[in-house]
């Protein structure tokens, strides 16, 4: 499987991005899927993970209420929408598909991972 993310950028604090990570050579539909982060300096931290079917969210804390993660299997692709981003959310922003079909925040429980996308939340 190979994982391409997409969508990062530059955005003033506040504002909102839409990130999409599209999955080629094999389908992911079986696949729970998951994004990470990591900032400069610091250690990749879970983001937001969905199951197979696009149910189960579980974010982290310190984005739950802002970012949306969802998944469009027939497109093969899963998306993290991120709303009122601050500052504190710029990193590096990487999707990863599951060993298993459940929504996990264990990153060792990843099989697959994308090249990451930078988001940067200017102040």
């Known amino acids: 499987v190979q994982l391409q993310a997409s969508g990062g950028g530059l955005v003033q604090a506040g504002g909102s991005l839409r990130l999409s990570c599209t999955a080629s050579?094999?389908?992911?539909?079986?696949?729970?899927m998951g994004w990470f982060r990591q900032a400069p300096g610091k250690e990749r931290e879970f983001v937001a993970a969905v199951n197979w079917r696009g149910g189960s969210p579980v974010y982290a804390d310190s984005v739950k209420g802002r970012f949306t993660i969802s998944r469009d299997n027939a497109k093969n692709t899963m998306y993290l929408q991120m709303n009122r981003l601050q500052a504190e959310d710029t990193a590096v922003y990487s999707c990863a598909a599951a060993r298993s079909s459940m929504s996990t925040t264990q990153s060792t429980s990843y099989q697959y991972w994308g090249q990451g996308t930078l988001v940067t939340v200017s102040s």
């Open positions: 050579a094999r389908t992911t539909s079986n696949n729970g």
